[in-house]
DNA sequence: TTCATAGTTCAGTAATATTCGAACTATGAA
DNA sequence: TTCATAGTTCGAATATTACTGAACTATGAA
């Protein structure tokens, strides 16, 4: 196992480590689905352009995927990228 | 699995979410054993002040623990706070 | 004592991140 | 067209973090 600090993993610890951000995350997760943004906003109550960077700030980092259809944006969690830091936490201890 | 966010969660990843601070952890975790400050500082070359500063962030947020002998300090991972945010991250995906 | 070593705390500055109203883009319906 | 809905981008204020020289504490050796 390498176990190697990239600059990849801390722009994703980065984008886990604000707690609105993790509960984006989490709702998304709990969810299971693609949810569309409006829906996000209207669980956490925040105002848009505040959710709008926060999800820009997960997807940049690779633990959402964001698509377009007709009128919403929906987000997914990308869990592909959850493992990785699963592999890496996992390499540690 | 309850995959909810608590404050204790995000401080753990803000504490990984700067390079310098996930190289002394993955340091730590490489070795396997307790480490004096000044063989992490002789690795990452780092400023003593700079270097102590991140060593409190991620004593703080559980990561390591610190022990005091003689004119040492040792450090070392504390590996129930990883299996916590692998369980955390297991959970969602 | 006095000195050297190991590390921390202080304090001021620089750099980054967060927030959100206002203005904007995109899409579909009337 | 015109309007409403969904969401983003801009911009500027605020807040938080990061950095590190200087000064400090703690310990052991001479």
Redesign the interface.
Known sequence: MD???R?G??EA??A????TR??I??FL??AGRELPAGEIQAELEVPGPTLSHHLDLLRRAGLVASRREERFVYYS?R?ET??E??RL?????
């Open positions: 176990l190697q600090a600059e993993h801390v610890f980065k886990l480590a604000h707690l993790l509960q995350f989490f997760a709990r969690v869990p959850v493992s830091l699963v936490l996992t390499a540690c201890c």
